[in-house]
C-alpha cells in the first residue's frame, strides 16, 4: 500500500514536470511576446520588463529558472497585474474553486446515487423514467447553458435565489449564493452516476448472493442498501476520477457564469492576457487536483474492493 | 431476425436494426433538418449575420427579427443558424481529423506490432493522463482564436480512442486466414491495410466517429464560451450562448439570447447521442 502511494506519488511529479515543460516549450514558442500587447513603450523600458521577467535570457536559462522557481515555491510575477506575484493571485482564489467543486462532488453523488437506486428498485416505473429523464437533460444541457437557464428562471423570474457571488460569511442568505453554481456544475455527473449505479444496481441484484441474501429473510432494504449497493458502486467510484477532472474544467465556466472570484477567472484571464507565470500557476495547481484526486480513487477502490490489488 | 433471407451483409442488417430505432430515426432526421437549415437559413434570410443596427439592439422576437435581435443589433436567427454551420463544421472536421489521425496510428501500432506496438501505445496512455481540455486551451490560448485553429487542436486532441479501437481490430485480423490469403498472393502492406483490412473495421469506427462529433461539437461550444474559440464576426453556438449570458440582468431578461441558441444546441446534442447509441447498438455484434 506504501509502496503503491508512493510509486503514484513519484509518476504524479513527474506528470507535473512534463505538463510544466510542455506548457514552457509552446509559451516560448509562440510568436509575440506578451510585452508587446502594452501601448508603444521606449525600448529602455521594454528592456527592464524583460529584465524583470527573464523574459531577456536565454530559453535554457528562463527554463532552469521557472522549474527552479516551483522547487523553492516561487511561481513567478504577474503580467498584467504588475507587481504581483503567482501566489498572491492564486492561493486566495484556490480555496474557492476547490470548495465550490467539492460541493458540487458530493451534490452529484448526494443526489446521483439514490436516484439511480430509486430507477433500480422501480424498473420501467415512474422513478425509473424520471431518473432517465435527468441523465437526457444532463446529455443535451452542458454546464454553460444550464447555468444562464438557471439564473433566469430562479434568480430573475422567481427571484428565488441569488444569481452571483460567493457568501460573504457562513450566515444561510449568504451560503445559498453556492447554491446554483453548484448545482450547476453537479448537474452532468448527478445524470450519468444515476445510470451507472442504476446498471450497476440490476446487474448486481440477478447475482446468487443476493437470492441468498433474500432467501435467509432479510427485508427488501438490508439487501438492496447493505448487500447490492457495496458491489453496484464500483463502477461509480471509477467515474469519480474522471469526473473531478470533468467538475475542475467544468468550474471554469461555473465561476465565469455566477461570478465566483476563483481559480478559473484568473485561468481564463491569463490565457487571454497570455500572462504566462499565472497561467502555468493556474494549470499545475489544476493538474496537480486531478492527480491526488485520483490516487484518492484507486485507494478507495482497494478499500471497497478487496479484490483490487494495488501495485 | 430469422426472416432475413441469406444474402445480406452484416452492415445492411445492422442498418436495418437501426431503423427500427424509432428514437434513433427521429433524431437522425431531426438533426439532419436542423443541419439542413443551418445553411439555408442564412441564405434567405433578408438579414445578414454581420450587419449591426446599434438602435435596434436586444429587441425582443417580433416580425421583422422572428428570434430578437442580439446586443449589436444584429438578427439573432441568421446568426443562430450561421452560428450552427459553424459548430457544424468544427464537429465534422475535426472528427474527420480524428479519423485520420486515429485509424493511421492505430492501424500502424497493431500492424507493426511488438516493441514498437507497445511503444506508441505507451504515448496514448500518457496523453490520456494529461487533463485534455487543459492542454487545448493552452495551445487554443497561443496559436490565436480562428476557426482553422479551432477544429485542428480539438481533432488532435480526440484520436485516441479512435487508435485504441482500431489498433485492437487490426491486431485480430491480422491472425485471420484471409488475411494470410491476401499476403500469399503478394498483396503489399499499404493495399493489404487499406483494401483488405480497413472495411473490416469501418463498422465500430464510424460509431465512435458519430459519438466524436457531439462531443467535439460540445468541446468547441465550451471554448467559445470562454472566449477562447470561434471569435468574431463569426459565431457559434458557444459564442452566442456566452453573449446571452453575459446580457443577463435583474432589470430585463433578454431570454431569447440564451434559449434559442441554447436549444438548437440541446437539440443537436441530443440527437446526435441518440444516433451515435442507436448506431453502436446496431452495430454491436456481441447483441446479435
Known sequence: ?????????????????????????????????????????????????????????????????????????????????????????????????????????????????????????????????????????????????????????????????????????????????????????????????????????????????????????????????????????????????????????????????????????????????????????????????????????????????PRVRLT | MSDAPAGRSPTQLALRRFRKNRRAMVSFWLVLAVGVSTALVPMVSPHDYRSQTLERSKEAPSGTYWLGTDPNGRDLMVRSFYGGQISFAVGLLATAVSLVLGVAYGATSGFVGGKIDGLMMRFVDVLYGLPNMFMVIIIMSLLGRNFLVVFMVLGCFSWMTTSRIVRGQVLSLKEKEFVEAARGLGVGTPALILRHMLPNILGPVIVYATLTVPSVMLQEAFLSFLGLGISEPQTSWGLLISDGAGALNPLRVYWWLVVFPGSLLAITLFCLNSVGDGLRDAFDVQQK
Open chain 1, 1 to 305: 500500500m506504501l509502496g503503491f502511494v508512493l510509486k503514484r506519488i513519484g509518476g504524479g511529479i513527474l506528470t507535473l514536470y512534463v505538463i510544466a515543460t510542455l506548457c514552457f516549450v509552446i509559451i516560448y514558442f509562440t510568436p509575440g511576446s506578451p510585452l508587446t500587447g502594452e501601448r508603444n513603450m521606449p525600448p529602455e523600458v521594454l528592456r527592464n520588463l524583460q529584465r524583470a521577467y527573464n523574459l531577456d535570457k536565454p530559453l535554457h536559462m528562463q527554463y532552469l529558472l521557472r522549474m527552479k522557481g516551483y522547487l523553492t515555491g516561487d511561481f513567478g510575477l504577474s503580467i498584467k497585474y504588475p507587481g504581483k506575484r503567482v501566489e498572491e493571485l492564486i492561493f486566495p482564489a484556490f480555496p474557492k474553486s476547490l470548495q465550490l467543486g467539492g460541493l458540487a462532488f458530493i451534490l452529484a453523488m448526494a443526489l446521483g446515487i439514490p436516484l439511480g437506486i430509486l430507477a433500480a428498485g422501480y424498473q420501467n416505473k415512474v422513478p425509473d423514467y424520471l431518473s432517465s429523464s435527468v441523465a437526457l437533460a444532463g446529455i443535451c444541457l452542458p454546464n454553460f447553458l444550464l447555468g444562464p437557464l438557471l439564473v433566469m428562471v430562479f434568480g430573475l423570474y422567481l427571484h428565488w435565489l441569488p444569481v452571483a457571488g460567493w457568501p460573504e460569511d457562513f450566515s444561510g442568505e449568504e451560503l445559498l449564493k453556492l447554491l446554483l453554481p453548484a448545482f450547476t456544475l453537479a448537474a452532468v455527473h448527478v445524470a450519468y452516476i444515476s445510470r451507472l449505479t442504476r446498471a450497476g444496481m440490476l446487474d448486481v441484484l440477478h447475482k446468487d448472493y443476493i437470492r441468498t441474501a433474500r432467501a435467509k429473510g432479510l427485508d427488501a432494504q438490508t439487501v438492496f442498501l447493505k448487500h447490492a449497493l457495496k458491489n453496484a458502486i464500483t463502477p461509480v467510484l471509477s467515474y469519480a476520477g474522471p469526473m473531478a477532472a470533468y467538475i475542475i474544467t467544468g468550474s471554469v465556466v461555473v465561476e465565469k457564469i455566477f461570478n465566483v472570484p476563483g481559480l478559473g477567472q484568473h485561468f481564463v484571464d491569463s490565457a487571454l492576457a497570455r500572462d504566462q507565470a499565472v497561467f502555468m500557476g493556474a494549470i499545475l495547481i489544476y493538474s496537480s487536483l486531478v492527480i491526488v484526486f485520483n490516487l484518492l480513487v484507486d485507494i478507495g477502490y482497494s478499500v471497497l474492493d
